[in-house]
C-alpha cells in the first residue's frame, strides 16, 4: 500500500479475468460482463476494460450515464444500458454509440425522435418483461412495440441489436419460471421476424442462471455477481470463481484500557478485563454495515480479532486481547476478501458480512464507499492506485 490513504479497496484484475472464463466456459456463451454501480463498486472502468480483454463481448449498465462514463475513458467496446427516465440522454447515447435497451413504446419513441433529430441511426435492444414485473416491455404493450420497432428499423431510425429480459428465480435453477421466462423470449423474437426483424444479441440469464442453467443461454449471458468472484448461488458451488475485491487498512492507533471502561458510542461493550484495542479506521461510510457492530473480525497478521462497540462512520474498534496480540500501530488490517487474501486465518468474506446481518453480498459490495481508494493489481496494466 503505497499512498496515504486509509482505506483500500484493492481489486485483482487477474481474478476478474479468470472469472470470465469460468462463466464463458460454464455457459458455452458468450459474455456480457454488467459493470453497473461503478462495477458493484470495484471500479467500472478497469473492470470493463479488464473484462473485455478476457473476452466479453459487451459491458452492461443500468443507467445511461454510466455507459457515457465508459466511453469517456476510452472504452470502445459494446456497451448496454437498460434504465432509463424519460430525461434521460437519449441524444447523448446515440452519440456515443450506446445500445439503448427500451421497456416501452414511449421510451422507443424518445430514443426514435433524437435519432430523427440527429440524423442518426440508434442503436436499440428490446428490454421485455417476461415475468419479473419491473422493467421492460408488459405482456400488454408488447403487440403496439414490436409493430414500431419494425417501423422504426424500416425507417433506418434505429438499428435492433437486442432483446433481452432478466429472470424472477435465476437463483432457484430448477424454478419453472425460468424456463417459461425463456420461452416468452423466443416467442417475442418469432414476432419480430415475423415482422422482417432480426435482433443478433438475445441474452437472458443472470449470474446465477449463466452457471446453472447453460440451455438458457441465448446469444450471451449477463452475469454480474460471478465476475466479481462470488458464486449467487453458494450451496450449489463456487465454480471456481475468485472474489477479486480486499478491503484492507491499516491500524491507526493501539491502546490500552482498564476492566470496566466502555467502548464506542454508547458504551455496548464493556472491557470485562484490562485489554488492549486496536482502532480500525473503516466504518458505515466506508460500507462497513453498523448492523456489523459486535458481530464480525478483522483479520491482522494472521489472527481475527473481534470488532467490539459500536461501527461508526470513519471507525471502528477490535480487542486486541490482555497481550494487545502483538498488533502494532501500522499493521495491515483485512476486512474481507478472498479466503487468501492474508496469511494465517481465513480472511472473512463479503458473503460471511451479509449471512450475519441477513442481506446479501452484492449489497455488501456494491456500498463501498467512495473514500476507498481502488487499488488495482494484476491484469496487463500491471498494478496501479486510482
Ligand atoms: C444487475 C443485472 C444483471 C446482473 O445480475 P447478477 O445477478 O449480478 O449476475 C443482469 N441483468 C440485469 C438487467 C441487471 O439489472
Known amino acids: 500500500m503505497d499512498s496515504h490513504a486509509n482505506l483500500y479497496a484493492t481489486v485483482d484484475l487477474d481474478a476478474i479475468a479468470h472469472n470470465v472464463g469460468v462463466l464463458r466456459e460454464r455457459s458455452g456463451s458468450d459474455v456480457i460482463a454488467v459493470v453497473k454501480a461503478d462495477g458493484y463498486a470495484h471500479g467500472a472502468v478497469a473492470v470493463g476494460r479488464t473484462a473485455l480483454g478476457a473476452g466479453a463481448i459487451a459491458l452492461g449498465v443500468a443507467q445511461i450515464s454510466e455507459a457515457r462514463a465508459l466511453r469517456a475513458a476510452g472504452i470502445d467496446g459494446h456497451l448496454i444500458a437498460w434504465l432509463h427516465t424519460a430525461e434521460a440522454d437519449f441524444a447523448g447515447a446515440i452519440a456515443d454509440g450506446i445500445d439503448i435497451a427500451v421497456s416501452s413504446p414511449r421510451q422507443l419513441e424518445l430514443v426514435l425522435a433524437q435519432a430523427r433529430r440527429l440524423g442518426r441511426t440508434a442503436t436499440v435492444t428490446v428490454k421485455l418483461d417476461t415475468g419479473l414485473a419491473r422493467s421492460g416491455v408488459s405482456p400488454e404493450e408488447w403487440a403496439q412495440t414490436a409493430d414500431a420497432v419494425a417501423a422504426a428499423c424500416a425507417e433506418g431510425a434505429i438499428s435492433l441489436h437486442?432483446?433481452?429480459?432478466?429472470?424472477?428465480?435465476?437463483?432457484?435453477?430448477?424454478?419453472?419460471?425460468?424456463?417459461?421466462?425463456?420461452?416468452?423470449?423466443?416467442?417475442?423474437?418469432?414476432?419480430?421476424?415475423?415482422?422482417?426483424?432480426?435482433?443478433?444479441?438475445?441474452?437472458?440469464?443472470?449470474?446465477?442462471?449463466?452457471?446453472?442453467?447453460?440451455?438458457?443461454?441465448?446469444?450471451?449471458?449477463?452475469?454480474?455477481?460471478?465476475?466479481?468472484?462470488?458464486?449467487?448461488?453458494?450451496?450449489?458451488?463456487?465454480?471456481?470463481?475468485?472474489p477479486a475485491m480486499t478491503l484492507e487498512t491499516r491500524i491507526s492507533l493501539v491502546k490500552r484500557i482498564p476492566a470496566g471502561q466502555g467502548v464506542s458510542y454508547n458504551h455496548t461493550w464493556v472491557a470485562p478485563a484490562d485489554t488492549v484495542l486496536g482502532v480500525v479506521p473503516?466504518?458505515?461510510?466506508?460500507?462497513?454495515?453498523?448492523?456489523?457492530?459486535?458481530?464480525?473480525?478483522?483479520?491482522?497478521?494472521?489472527?481475527?480479532?473481534?470488532?467490539?462497540?459500536?461501527?461508526?462512520m470513519d471507525q471502528l474498534v477490535i480487542d486486541l486481547g490482555p497481550d494487545?496480540?502483538?498488533?502494532?500501530?501500522?499493521?495491515?488490517?483485512?476486512?474481507?476478501?478472498?479466503?487468501?487474501?492474508?496469511?494465517?486465518?481465513?480472511v472473512p468474506t463479503a458473503t460471511d458480512w451479509a449471512d450475519t446481518i441477513g442481506t446479501i453480498d452484492y449489497e455488501i459490495i456494491s456500498r463501498i464507499g467512495s473514500r476507498a481508494v481502488r487499488r488495482y493489481v494484476g491484469g496487463p496494466g500491471g498494478d496501479v492506485d486510482a
Open 162 to 242: 437486442g432483446v433481452m429480459c432478466h429472470l424472477a428465480f435465476g437463483d432457484v435453477p430448477d424454478h419453472p419460471l425460468n424456463s417459461q421466462q425463456a420461452q416468452r423470449v423466443d416467442d417475442a423474437v418469432a414476432d419480430l421476424r415475423a415482422r422482417g426483424v432480426r435482433p443478433q444479441l438475445v441474452h437472458i440469464a443472470n449470474s446465477p442462471a449463466a452457471l446453472t442453467r447453460p440451455d438458457l443461454a441465448r446469444d450471451a449471458v449477463r452475469p454480474g455477481l460471478s465476475i466479481y468472484g462470488y458464486s449467487p448461488v453458494p450451496d450449489i458451488g463456487d465454480f471456481g470463481l475468485i
Open 282 to 312: 473503516a466504518g458505515y461510510a466506508d460500507g462497513v454495515p453498523r448492523l456489523l457492530s459486535g458481530r464480525f473480525g478483522v483479520h491482522v497478521n494472521g489472527r481475527i480479532f473481534p470488532n467490539v462497540g459500536r461501527v461508526c
Open 324 to 346: 494487545g496480540g502483538g498488533v502494532a500501530e501500522g499493521d495491515r488490517a483485512v476486512l474481507f476478501g478472498p479466503a487468501g487474501a492474508a496469511g494465517g486465518a481465513p
